[in-house]
């Protein structure tokens, strides 16, 4: 039995063993119903070997829903935990625990896919164009961000959790002070999870730039896309950083090297710079298409074309390029002397000018609109207050002398939860609003929607609030409890009461899908928000092939123009239309890679040379197969359209 | 599948096209993953505790053959590539193979030279200089390793299949990764070892 017992949990609690049989009894679920609704073949045709973007896209969705849900449970967890000083709820451990995978979780696996089911719904199909370039490709990204993921939420029953932050620093995350496997997870879910996502970077690159509709130039692209195309070439240089970090961390862990251990010339520091100058560029990468996605909402709600195309474009290119040189104001405690802090300083204050440019610009596309309030609207609305208060207590943090005061305080959490929850969540929340008539051929119900946008962004506010106060008045980050002298008691009890707010916000949500899916009406138009670009130039749901016709394109805003001004947008007649063969070898490489993963985070070699073996076999099939996909018909085609009302 | 006449064979398709651009931008993620090896190994350069330096454990001998052996089957993959666009798949088979050749006498040497290291007490865990060493030159031998491989399932797939948009493609794109892992060895030549001998 000695060979098992590395997979039992280090510091196993009460809670733990109910996850433990929940996760075994949902399992058991799942399988027990699809084989009683006889749902397998359907599953593995029309989605587990699918290489549609739009299938892919909603595969995403439903994975960042998912993994909301996990983060939000640690979430809770935490300010439950600080929410009256000396509460015994959770011990230092599971505290630790639980704000290290809470951040990883929310970050890597519900940020990142949310963006990336946007990106992959609505890109190819505002570019009029049938696919990625890569489809197959796309699939294997997905897979293996999904197995990443997978291979993180694991973990806390199996081995033990990762535990030294989700930044986790070395000598801390090193074998010294980390025994159990929980860093090991860390450092090969995100690696897994990490080559989907550059895959993904490479991918859509290559689809924005060479597969656009005819008359579409770059300068013509809408500005999701736009915002698309500067994210994934900030992926393509910020996520091979990664790949090396977390290489070198795992040498570090199982093949006992020096790189960020204190002894034999290895420096801890590296890994903290390495981390950064990826976790900085990052954070644009989650930001940026939150911003694509509110020009979209605000220009269509405001009936306005979008203020400052141009400077809109300009300054998510200077974004992206300050966002590679601005890592250190995440240590300016740690020592680099005055001269390197002072340059970081300016460089991290600089980008709150393009930022404030793009502000601006949704102000003034505001500014003698005809406003519409709906529920993307209503998010974008009140992300626009929230998220410059977030965005002003940046400044405050970049200033590096004023740093030391709030470094590593609750003022800090309060300041990225404050940007990146109304930067981010509200704007994915308002894309799924937006999108959903266009994923699933119906409207979200609005009031209960609007209900909840109002929910969510008080509850932002009420949360994270407080945390400013407290963390000026010195309560520290990361700590699992303090001392009724503090005084810190009463913030972190409205804190708590804002976490609730936001998982009553969050069920509303799901209130809302249920409730809409089973009554709101089917009946609705192509184009039900009255929108701007190509996406809503085509049916709801979207048909496999996305246009019958390429359309032709004329300006930024060409289906707005197809319908006030007369062009153009359909020319020519049917033609048979070339798509991709569905295919089962991502699902299997992603199944393989998770073995992999799964057996490298416990050092069991065989498993792993076999694995790797698998891995390389699936790529030497693709290699040596031939599939030169398939044609849909003139026939086909004639049917589909008439059959959604063409 | 539309071919256009007027370009170069690896060129002639839409897919094809679209293909050597994601293939371009690959390599930008791959020079930004050697660079950040390279950012790590100049600054660990120095922290070589209590174990050996550079100029310690370098050797001339088996550095000017890697070398010489690597920019040559650069050439001779620059070669293939030519003959394909004039049509000639023998020669183009004949300088793919002496190619693969050459990669694999640099990973022989390579292979020897790593065993020397860790003979002359240089091994992965002895310092972070070691290992930075270790990792760098170990992840540029990972590619050639599998550049041979994948360069030899072309050859298979030219030799099976003939010249056709997609064979051509596949070779031009190898060929590609193989000049990069060139540049990389030169930089790994001009900054890890001449640098380390000085």
Redesign the interface.
């Known amino acids: 039995m000695d060979y098992f017992d590395r997979f039992a949990v280090p510091h196993p609690s009460p809670a733990i063993y109910v996850s433990m049989v929940a996760i075994g009894l949902t399992v058991i679920a799942i399988i027990a119903g699809l084989t009683y609704f006889k749902k397998w073949g359907y599953l593995w045709r029309e989605w587990l070997t699918t290489v549609d973007h739009k299938r892919i896209g909603i595969m995403y969705l439903i994975s960042a829903l998912l993994m909301l849900f996990r983060g939000g449970a640690d979430a809770i967890m935490m300010r439950a935990q600080l929410a009256v000083p000396e509460n015994t709820l959770l011990d230092a451990q599971h505290y630790n625990e639980i704000f290290t995978t809470h951040g990883i979780v929310m970050i890597i696996f519900m940020a990142m896919p949310f963006i990336m089911a946007f990106m992959n719904f609505v890109v190819p199909l505002q570019i009029g164009a049938r696919d990625v ?2 489809p197959r490709l796309n699939a294997l990204s997905f897979w293996l961000f999904f197995m990443g993921a997978m291979l993180l939420n694991i973990s806390f029953v199996v081995g033990g959790s990762p535990d030294a932050g989700w930044t986790s620093y070395f000598p801390l995350a090193g074998n010294e002070f980390s025994e159990s496997v929980g860093t090991n997870y860390y450092m090969l879910a995100l690696q897994i999870a990490g080559l989907g996502t ?1 895959m993904t ?3 859509f ?2 689809t924005i ?3 656009r509709a005819p008359g579409m130039t770059l300068m013509k692209m809408p500005m999701f896309t736009w915002s698309a195309l500067v994210t994934n070439a900030i992926i ?6 990664l ?3 977390l ?2 961390g795992t ?1 570090d862990r199982l ?5 960020f ?1 204190t ?5 801890d520091m ?1 890994w903290a710079n ?1 981390f950064w ?1 990826w976790g900085h560029p990052e954070v644009y990468i989650l930001i940026l298409p939150a911003f694509g996605i509110y020009s979209e909402i605000i220009s269509t709600f405001s009936r306005r074309n979008l203020y400052g195309y141009k400077s809109m474009v300009g300054s998510m290119v200077i974004i992206s390029l300050l966002s590679f040189l601005v890592w250190t104001h995440h240590f300016f405690t740690m020592g680099q002397g005055a001269l390197t802090n002072s340059i970081f300083s300016i460089t991290t204050m600089a980008i709150a000018v393009p930022t404030g440019v793009k502000i601006f610009n949704w102000l003034f596309t505001l500014w003698k609109g005809k406003i519409v309030i709906t529920t993307p609207m209503l998010y974008s609305l009140l992300f626009i207050p929230i998220f410059t208060i977030g965005g002003v207590t940046g400044v405050m943090l970049g200033m590096s002398a004023a740093d030391y005061q709030y470094h590593n305080t609750m003022f800090l959490v309060a300041h990225f939860h404050m940007v990146i929850i109304p930067g981010v969540v509200f704007a994915m929340l308002a894309a799924l609003h937006y999108y959903w008539p266009k994923m699933f051929g119906f409207k979200l119900n609005e009031k209960i929607g609007k209900v909840g946008a109002w929910v969510i962004s008080m509850s932002t506010l009420l949360a994270f609030m407080p945390m400013f106060f407290s963390g000026l008045d010195g309560q520290a980050r990361r700590m699992y409890t303090y001392s009724e002298s503090t005084g810190f008691g009463f913030l972190n009890m409205l804190s708590f009461i804002g976490a609730i707010g936001f998982a009553i916000g969050f069920c509303l949500i799901v209130y809302n899908i249920y409730y809409s899916t089973r009554y709101a009406s089917r009946d609705i138009s192509s184009d039900p928000w009255d929108a701007r670009s190509l996406e809503w130039a085509t049916h709801s749901p979207v048909p496999e092939y996305n246009f019958a016709i390429t359309p032709q394109v004329n300006s930024a805003e060409a289906f707005w123009d197809a319908k006030k001004h007369g062009h153009e947008l359909f020319t020519g007649e049917y033609e048979k239309i ?1 798509m991709p063969n569905n295919s089962g070898v991502p699902f299997i490489m992603g199944c393989i890679f998770f073995a992999w993963g799964f057996s490298f985070i416990f050092g069991m070699w065989i498993p792993v040379i076999i694995s790797t073996i698998g891995i ?1 076999a699936c790529m ?1 099939l693709r ?2 197969e031939k599939d ?1 996909g398939r044609y849909i018909s003139v026939n086909e085609i004639k049917k589909t359209e008439t059959s959604r009302g063409a | ?1 539309k071919i256009d006449n007027s370009l170069p064979l690896e060129y002639s398709t ?1 897919q094809n ?2 293909n050597i ?2 293939f371009w ?2 390599i ?3 020079i ?2 050697f ?3 390279f950012a ?1 190994y100049f ?2 350069v120095d ?5 050996p330096t550079g100029a310690d454990i370098f050797e001339i001998a088996p550095l000017l053959i890697e070398t010489f052996v690597l920019l040559t089957s650069s050439f001779t993959i620059g070669l293939a590539i030519h003959a394909m666009r004039l049509g000639k798949q023998k020669a183009m088979m004949t300088f793919f193979g002496i190619t693969l050749l050459l990669g694999l006498v640099f990973l022989s040497v390579e292979i020897f030279e790593f065993n020397h290291f860790y003979h002359v007490g240089a091994g ?6 070691t ?2 060493l270790l ?1 760098t030159l170990g992840t540029h031998g990972a590619h050639v390793t599998f550049g041979l ?2 360069g030899l ?2 050859v ?2 030219v030799r099976k299949r003939g010249l056709t948009p997609e064979t051509a493609n ?1 070779s031009f794109i190898f060929s590609l990764y193989w000049h990069f892992l060139d540049v990389v060895w030169i930089f790994i030549f001009s900054f890890i070892y001449l640098k380390g001998l000085m």
């Open positions: 370039a890569f550059l970077g490479i991918n690159i290559t730039l060479k597969m393509v240089f910020a996520f091979p950083v790949t090396v970090a290489l070198m040498m093949f006992a090297t020096n790189f251990t002894a034999n010339g290895g420096m590296l390495f100058v070339h390389f030497a290699s040596f030169h | 599948m839409g096209q679209i651009l994601g931008i690959f930008g993620a791959e930004m993953l660079g950040t090896l790590a600054t660990l922290r070589t505790g209590n174990g992965l865990q002895t310092s972070a200089f290992a930075i990792t491989f994948w399932s072309i298979l797939q596949k």
